[in-house]
């Protein structure tokens, strides 16, 4: 298999990385706010998420697409491994601030439902641009994405009601 277009490879990483910075922050975010913790501490939380795990999204993008492409030609690869790892990384910070912005309004619960809306909307319109961007059905496609990040956001909550801080 030769490489991929640059295309195809900005398109995946960018989609991966978009819907796992909304699913992993609200996740995280819902979780430890079921669980009782201050606001402040959500918040911390979540920045130090986002970093992380865009940083994290970013080099594991470009480890992922070197070594795929390590037999290819090298100069091409590289520049491919970079776009991949960067459509990672900003996607995925782009998409944490998401869920994690509401928090900074206020610590009620209602900050917590606004959260996790604005992550379902997204994960819903990234499902259907998906859909479109590859062809295939958005509306099913995007439906996929909601219930499945859905499920996730659920998980979340349910071990943050499982371990309460307060």
Avoid: C, W
Wanted: glycine share 12%; hydrophobic share 50%; no cysteine.
């Amino acid at each position: 298999m030769g490489i991929e277009s640059k295309k195809e490879i900005v398109v995946r990483s960018s989609f991966f990385g978009f819907e796992d910075g909304l699913v992993s922050t609200v996740g995280l975010l819902s979780g430890i706010a079921a669980a009782g913790v201050d606001n402040k501490a959500i918040i911390t939380t979540g920045i130090v998420l986002v970093a992380v795990e865009a940083l994290s999204m970013g080099v594991g993008g470009f480890l992922s697409e070197e070594t795929v492409e390590e037999g290819e030609h090298q100069r091409r690869a590289f520049k491919l491994s970079l776009d991949s790892g960067f459509a990672l990384l900003f996607s995925y910070i782009v998409a944490g601030l998401i869920p994690l912005m509401p928090y900074f309004l206020g610590s009620s619960t209602v900050y917590v439902y606004i959260s996790i809306i604005s992550a379902l909307i997204s994960l819903f319109l990234l499902g259907f641009v998906g859909g479109k961007v590859m062809k295939t059905n958005p509306i099913k496609n995007a439906l996929r994405v909601f219930a499945l990040g859905g499920l996730t956001i659920l998980v979340g909550i349910f071990i943050g009601n499982l371990f309460p801080v307060a």
